[in-house]
């Protein structure tokens, strides 16, 4: 057996939970356990507490994380972020994806099995009371098959009660990172008729997640999750992620009563299957990659413990690319893997870099449309702005504006009072800027006005400044 092309692909036909008539085929998966899933279990643990308490954090009484498309106002690991940083946002952006494309293309699906909010959720959480209450797979299979009697009523009605439960505490959560924990507080403690519209989107949002977590499930990430159906696209034969080593395990058969090794003309798979009873998505890794495969390793924990039964090296399904499976070749971090690694740390590095060297004030000039330059006394001449600062820190600041190169102008602000910005907010102005007439030498002259916080220049604005038209007498 040298290509695991050689089997039979007739699998790729079809998803694996779709019968030939279309119907869902529902898939109930052994309990998984093992070293892989342990490890999964605190990855989940320590995830799921962080996203609980990603709204509560509170910097100065200001929230760790805001999301809030609908008032535009987003807080980012503490950062406030304006409108005006959209380049940031794009900029970020075309990183996301670039990161996402590579890591994957190196890495393959581990985000799905082990990060993903969705497998989190319906691994770790759901399946776990499902377990709990229905048991493992074959009792579950059992009870579905039951007819309608008191046990199937209270233990599915216990299921579906807690199921939904949990949902409407997802849904709070959501909520709380996009208007903040505080106004959530506001609409759970008083009449839905004060907050209808956030009451509409947490009853809807609940019902979403009641039914991805208790109908959907993995169909979100085989047909639904856009990144899933992408993965056809990014994976090749050298990215790393769960594999069958086909030259080791083939050909597959069963162990001949009272014989515990392997017949020596065989592989080590023993067919058993138990990679696919665990498989949350149906499928039967052995037959190669697939769009379905979450990268999970619950089949690389199942697989082991059978090996370990019956005394072969663990590994039969491991990490591992094609390429280094086909090739025999056990280190992964090849200098390809590592070289796209270190393109991933420079990225994450430039955002960080970015995101912390932001500007603290936003300030736009613009002249007054429609307005022409004026004569003052003095032989001086002036023009008339409209100018915006943005403060985009939690302090309040205290701004002065000055002409940089024309020692001789003067910036002359229409009110005259400090120009106090109070924190995470906006405010407007309008100023003339006078010049002598003896500096002005064309019709356009190019200025520049530094922004101050005491002694100290935040920012640099340019704008222009009209003036009378110069003719050349000869
Ligand atoms: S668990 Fe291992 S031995 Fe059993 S069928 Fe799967 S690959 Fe073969
Ligand atoms: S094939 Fe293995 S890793 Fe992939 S989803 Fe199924 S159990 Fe998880």
Redesign the pocket.
Same mark, same amino acid.
């Given at each position: 057996m040298e290509d695991l092309y050689q089997f039979d692909q007739e699998y790729r036909d079809h998803i694996s939970t779709v019968d030939a008539r279309g119907k869902r085929i529902w898939v109930f998966p052994k309990k998984p356990k093992g070293k892989f899933h342990t490890l999964r279990i605190i990855v989940a643990i320590i995830l799921l507490f962080l996203l609980f308490i990603g709204p509560f954090i509170k910097i100065d009484g200001h929230p760790f994380f805001l999301l809030n498309i609908i008032d535009r106002r987003f807080i980012i690991f503490g950062i406030p972020f304006w409108p005006q940083d959209f380049h940031l946002f794009v900029l970020a952006l075309i990183s996301l994806v670039l990161f996402i494309v590579l890591f994957t293309v190196i890495y393959g699906r581990v985000w799905c099995g082990w990060a993903c909010p969705q497998t989190i959720f319906m691994e770790m959480v759901f399946r776990k009371i499902e377990y709990w209450i229905e048991g493992d797979a074959n009792r579950q299979r059992k009870l579905d098959k039951m007819p309608l009697n008191g046990e199937k009523i209270f233990k599915r009605g216990l299921k579906q009660l807690i199921f939904f439960i949990i949902a409407l505490i997802i849904s709070h959560l959501v909520m709380a990172y996009i208007i903040g924990v505080d106004q959530v507080k506001e609409i759970v403690t008083q009449s839905p008729m004060n907050h209808l519209a956030g009451f509409a989107g947490l009853m809807f949002n609940t019902i979403i997640f009641y039914f991805v977590f208790a109908n959907l499930r993995e169909q979100v990430c085989i047909a639904l999750c856009p990144y899933g159906r992408l993965q056809g696209v990014f994976v090749g034969q050298n990215t790393i992620a769960v594999m069958?080593d086909w030259l080791r395990?083939e050909p #597959?058969g069963r162990i001949r009563k009272n014989k515990k090794e392997q017949d020596t003309e065989k592989g080590? +798979?023993?067919?058993?299957?138990? +990679? =696919?009873h665990v498989c949350p998505t149906g499928i039967d890794i #052995?037959n190669g990659t697939q769009l379905e495969c979450i990268n999970c390793t619950a +089949?690389m924990d199942?697989?082991d413990e =059978?090996?370990t039964k019956i005394k072969r090296p663990k590994g039969?399904?491991r990490l591992a690319s094609y390429e280094s499976i086909k090739e025999g070749v056990k280190n992964l971090f090849t200098t390809r893997v590592i070289g796209y690694s270190a393109i991933l740390i420079f990225l994450v590095a430039l955002q960080v870099y970015l995101l912390t060297t932001r500007e603290p004030v936003e300030t736009t000039v613009v002249r007054v449309p429609g307005m022409l330059y004026q004569e003052q006394e003095n032989n001086r001449i002036s023009n008339l702005y409209n100018i915006q600062f943005v403060n985009k820190t939690f302090e309040e600041i205290t701004l002065d504006v000055r002409l940089k190169d024309y020692t001789n102008g003067e910036i002359k602000r229409v009110g005259g009072e400090p120009l106090v910005v109070p924190s995470n907010e906006f405010v407007e102005g309008v100023f003339f800027i006078e010049l002598p007439k003896e500096v002005i030498n064309k019709t356009k002259t190019n200025l520049v006005i530094e922004v101050l916080v005491g002694n100290e220049t935040i920012d640099e604005v340019k704008t222009n400044f009209l003036g009378p038209v110069v003719r050349n007498i000869e």
């Open positions: 069958y395990g #597959r080590d +798979c023993i067919d058993c299957k138990m +990679c =696919v #052995r +089949c199942a697989c =059978v090996m039969l399904i």
